[in-house]
């Protein structure tokens, strides 16, 4: 039996509650360091909002500032390395942000491969500065059914089931991971959590094969990712906002702005608007909570950028809890 393996009869070690991509990834790199591992999510992890994500390391830094920069430098390391990793959904792609004439470059894009000032000739026509590097881009379509796999090969399992308490899942396990997304604040009594609204315009690919973000508008980041079927095109993040519907009047907006700078997407027809609320939180929050009855490894907070920092936050979960407590056995069933 694989390390980390159940069985119809045995407790786990340590229950997910979230199936998002800090959650699956939480479950993943505690399952591969021996825990029997069970995911709780209310949803079919196709169907998170991180299934539909434009799946993108994004050079973001969010309080607390030292453990952002780790985290996202231990993301793009792994998410480079699933990129030779056949199946994974994770590819290198080349970059290119377009900045103010007076802008800086933030600490996090000082990490990415390859990095150098652009041309003149590689720059759109009205701009005159930016960054030229490669970056990991990840298809959650293929990415997430990747992740469930390598949960499976440890010995893990997803079940479906909606938690209301963290009582529910620490009378089953030793270890739990909060990592709810917006519902990891209720779980948590946490009043700092607040849904930040995420929408991209995702287009059929007319041949675009670069990924490219303009920092220089001053109506908010533009940027448009490209997939092998598909490119998403975005900038919309508005803090606050707690209607999750498509914002039609936003979509004609961003797909208006990236058409001036790629008018290749012109002609590209609209697939859908994917919209999302996300869980927003003056600080990320990775950190153990102790109790009588077992301990919590809260992950959540992570906003817009959940791929950017998951493999940081998973393995920095899998630090706080440590190896393996086991729950005994149960009767088949429980």
């Not at 591992?37 to 050079?59: F, I, L, N, Q, Y």
């Not at 893990?156 to 909606?162: D, L, S």
Request: overall charge neutral.
């Amino acid at each position: 039996m694989p390390p980390g393996s159940t069985s119809s009869t045995s407790r786990p070690d340590a229950v997910v509650v979230g199936a998002g991509v800090v959650g699956l990834t939480s479950a993943v790199v505690l399952a591969s360091t021996g825990h029997r591992v069970e995911v709780w999510t209310a949803d079919d992890p196709a169907a998170t909002a991180s299934a539909r994500a434009a799946g993108v390391w994004t050079p973001l830094t969010l309080a607390p500032l030292a453990s952002s920069l780790a985290w996202a430098e231990q993301s793009l390391q792994d998410l480079c390395g699933l990129a030779r990793v056949a199946g994974s959904g994770v590819r290198m792609v080349e970059g290119l942000t377009l900045r103010p004439a007076d802008g800086t470059v933030p600490p996090l894009s000082r990490l990415s491969p390859d990095l150098r000032d652009a041309d003149p000739d590689e720059l759109p026509e009205g701009y005159t500065v930016g960054q030229r590097y490669r970056t990991p881009v990840t298809d959650m379509i293929t990415y997430v059914p990747w992740l469930l796999r390598r949960l499976e090969a440890y010995g893990g399992r997803v079940r479906r089931r909606r938690v209301e308490d963290l009582a529910e899942p620490l009378a089953v396990a030793p270890v739990v991971v909060n990592a709810a997304g917006l519902a990891a604040a209720g779980l948590a009594d946490d009043p700092t959590v607040r849904p930040v609204f995420s929408q991209y315009v995702v287009t059929e690919n007319p041949g675009i094969d670069r990924l490219l973000v303009d920092t220089s508008n001053p109506r908010g980041w533009v940027s448009i990712i490209p997939h092998p079927d598909r490119v998403h095109l975005g900038g919309v993040r508005k803090a606050g906002r707690t209607d999750g519907r498509a914002d039609r009047e936003l979509a004609a907006d961003v797909l208006r702005w990236c058409r001036e700078i790629e008018p290749r997407l012109v002609d590209a027809r609209m697939l859908r608007v994917d919209a999302a609320l996300l869980p927003g939180r003056p600080t990320m929050r990775v950190e153990l909570e102790r109790r009588d009855d077992g301990v919590v490894a809260h992950a959540y907070g992570h906003a817009t950028a959940g791929v950017t920092f998951s493999w940081g936050a998973a393995r920095e979960v899998a630090r706080l809890v440590g190896p393996a407590r086991r729950a005994g056995t149960a009767r088949a069933g429980a």
